[in-house]
């Protein structure tokens, strides 16, 4: 059986999830529930009829970036190592004319961020199980047979991961739960995956201080090629906070007595690299890289005491991606001839 990776990829980006570096907004940093990138290779197409698994990991090594790390001019070190375990369902079936798939995945983090100041060793090195995210719906259409498609989603992360601390965020769970309604927009004629995956988070209150983390909006952009058993092409992302935290008075403020003056309300990042797989037939393993080549984090409120910090780095990203299992095939009728 060969394994149609791109379409496969399309649904298995969505366990990219993965880590917030410093868990979102404690400390000043600015952070994400799903990893800028994690749609890098996907389209808006689906895989034949049957249950995939995927096994991702990645690196991430960068430095953090704001205005406290830019003034004192030290490099801050935030590394992170995750691995992610999930299965994409595709049943056959289909809702006004599209095709349905659904997604979960069990992200595994590794993360440390250093003292922004440059002094001692890192504040804060986590291990442990990041939030169980899991699409329930996935609807696919292709337009006709331009070679356009059209794919939207809406994923959940759970607030079950490792979470430590009065506030949660000793670790590497979040003590939230997020939304992430998503479209994809694709070209995949003649051997081409010309993609843009939009997505944004919405995320509810903290369940302990009851501090909401405003919404993170992604568009991951791929161009690739497919010749033969290889594809291979320019990738990028683009990730951004558009709205303000919230930190009501009452149970917040007791946890955080300056509200959100001390946390990063806007950031951007911008990365761009390249992305190359083989498809071995029963298997697809692809491999992307980035370099984020712009990043800035601020805080307008805050003044001259703004200590809003965003990480700027290189990802290093692999999937493996193959079918467990087929729905069985009709027996074909035995012809006899005299």
Partial sequence: MKLHSKALVAAAALAAFAFSPANAYEGGYAGWQTKPGAFIGSSAGVPPPGIYMFNQVFTYQANLAGPVTGAVGTHSGVVAAVDAQGFLFVPGWTFLGATYDAVIVQPFVMDAVGNPAGLGNPQNQQTGVHNTYFVPVELSWKLGTSGFAVKTGLGIGAPDGTQTGPTGLGSVGNPWWTFQPELILSYLGGGWNLSAAIYDEINTANSKDNYTTGDIFHVDFTATKTIGKWTFGPVAYYAAQVTDDKCPVGVCTAFNPLGTLTNAQR?????????????????????WATQEVSAKASNVAAGAADASAITQGMTVFATLSYRIWAPEEPAKPTLFHK
Avoid: D, K, R
Wanted: hydrophobic share 50%.
């Fill in 267 to 287: 950031y951007h990042l911008f990365a761009v690299g390249g992305l190359v797989e083989y498809n071995f037939g029963p298997a697809s393993f692809s491999v």
